[in-house]
């Protein structure tokens, strides 16, 4: 969780553009998509992947331009993108009204470009959605939020249209769970998973 400097940023997107592909968000039948970022996917996949209703959660790349980013390209902060997560879900368990509330209920919504230790444009808060309908559901949680006075600043969540979503990384996938010594997870990941769980009113899959 670092940033690298421009030249290695240059030098990546030649000998790293192969590294990861772009995901179909195309959902099985009976099944849909959500994409989401609030800082590093590392933690909001894990946060995600505990809901009752959530089939997978892949963390990936979305927000930006650059085809087929890297973890390095993603990391300098000028690709546009964000670490991100695509949820796919069971709506007939889980609505998409219900992931957007997991989305703010595991996240600070009112830092720019940071989310805990992490900073930078790649750690941003951004819903994004795939239709009016989701666009509308996500406003209305702004608004409900803010006019509860929930934090104690303005929500800076950028609401976008679902774009294109660039799978990670393979070791980035189930990292929390994979990797439970390490340093990150440990001082982060858990902690920001904890307190999720002591707010979030709604069902969570038992010994997640």
């Not at 892949?58 to 000028?78: A, D, F, I, M, W």
């Not at 010594?181 to 707010?199: A, D, E, H, L, M």
Request: proline share 6%; with cysteine; hydrophobic share 35%.
């Amino acid at each position: 969780m670092k940033l690298l400097s421009y030249f290695l940023f240059l030098f990546s997107i030649v000998s790293c553009q192969a590294q990861t592909k772009k995901l179909s968000l195309e959902p099985k039948k009976g099944q849909a998509v959500a994409v989401f970022a609030s800082g590093c996917f590392w933690c909001t996949e894990h946060v995600f992947e505990a809901v009752v209703g959530v089939e997978e959660a892949v963390s990936g790349y979305s927000g930006g331009t650059l085809k087929n980013p890297s973890y390095e390209q993603v990391g300098t902060n000028r690709t546009g993108h964000a670490e991100s997560i695509a949820v796919f879900y069971d709506p007939k368990v889980v609505s998409y009204a219900q992931l957007v509330d997991v989305f703010f209920a595991s996240q600070d919504p009112t830092t720019p470009n940071q989310q805990g230790p992490d900073k930078g444009s790649s750690y941003r808060s951004i819903a994004f959605y795939n239709n009016a309908t989701e666009k509308k559901i996500i406003e209305d949680k702004i608004k409900e939020l803010t006019a509860k006075k929930v934090f104690a600043k303005p929500i800076v969540t950028e609401v976008k249209p679902v774009m294109d979503f660039y799978t990670a990384e393979s070791y980035h996938q189930d990292y929390v769970k994979n990797n439970p010594n390490q340093p990150y997870v440990k001082g982060v990941s858990v902690p920001r998973y904890n307190k999720f769980v002591q707010t979030y009113k709604g069902k969570l899959k038992p010994n997640h």
